[in-house]
């Protein structure tokens, strides 16, 4: 699976929109992005995934370049309940193997 | 509710004495998984199995077995804890390769 590059940390102010970028250059064409989270020590939780399209889901948005080497996940109105690692992974859709990097820690301040 | 529960939730433990850690999932999900979660380390998988009678190592398998014996438990075992293997664990389920659902972790202290 390709690797991603994720900044370690990123600050947001609440009600703002948090972009939270990954970049993934080596990604292949069967390659999906999956974008997860964790609050504190709590397990995961899946965010949103896609292929090459821009996709949006109740949580977030994802928007992944044409080249498909980057993408941003997009908080629209980020929330203090928000703060969480957030964790870009590629990977074949029908592979379950999910491996996490270190993720971006985001910190929504009031 | 879908779930996937892991069961104890903290456990302080002593060196060599043999524990369980179970993880069980309501989703019928084929696929389920451990992973260890250490400070700067990130999450790391442990053992996975892709279906009933089927498990495979995952990263760091050493000192650890499992079983998937049935459909909806995948139960970790520590023959003989050591104390390198305090962490926080999680168990994941998912099906057909789609997102995982993890479990609410696993803190493990071993003296």
């Known amino acids: 699976d390709a690797k991603t590059t994720q900044p370690t940390s990123m600050d947001c102010a609440e009600g703002r929109a948090a972009n939270l970028p990954c970049n993934h250059s080596t990604i292949s064409g069967n390659e999906y992005v999956y974008w997860y989270r964790q609050i504190h020590s709590q397990g995961p939780q899946y965010i949103i995934h896609g292929l090459k399209n821009n996709e949006t889901n109740e949580m977030a948005s994802l928007i992944i370049t044409e080249d498909r080497k980057s993408s941003t996940l997009i908080l629209p109105h980020a929330t203090l309940r928000d703060t969480a690692v957030y964790y870009c992974?590629?990977?074949?859709?029908?592979?379950?193997?999910?491996?996490f990097g270190a993720g971006t820690r985001l910190t929504v301040k009031p | 509710e879908a779930q996937v529960t892991q069961n104890p939730r903290y456990l302080i433990t002593v060196t060599g004495k043999k524990l369980t850690v179970t993880c069980s999932q309501n989703?019928?999900?084929?696929?389920m998984s451990w992973y260890r979660q250490d400070p700067g380390l990130g999450l790391r998988q442990i053992y996975y199995s892709m279906n009933v009678e089927v498990t495979d190592k995952g990263d760091v398998p050493e000192g650890y077995k499992v079983s998937r014996k049935e459909k909806r438990n995948f139960p970790l075992i520590l023959e003989s804890p050591s104390p390198n293997q305090t962490s926080l664990y999680f168990c994941?389920?998912?099906?057909?390769?789609?997102?995982?659902?993890f479990g609410e972790g696993s803190r493990l202290t071993v003296l």
């Open positions: 994941a389920s998912s099906l057909g390769g789609r997102e995982l659902f």
């Open positions: 989703m019928n999900h084929e696929y």
């Open positions: 992974i590629v990977r074949v859709r029908n592979n379950n193997d999910m491996r």
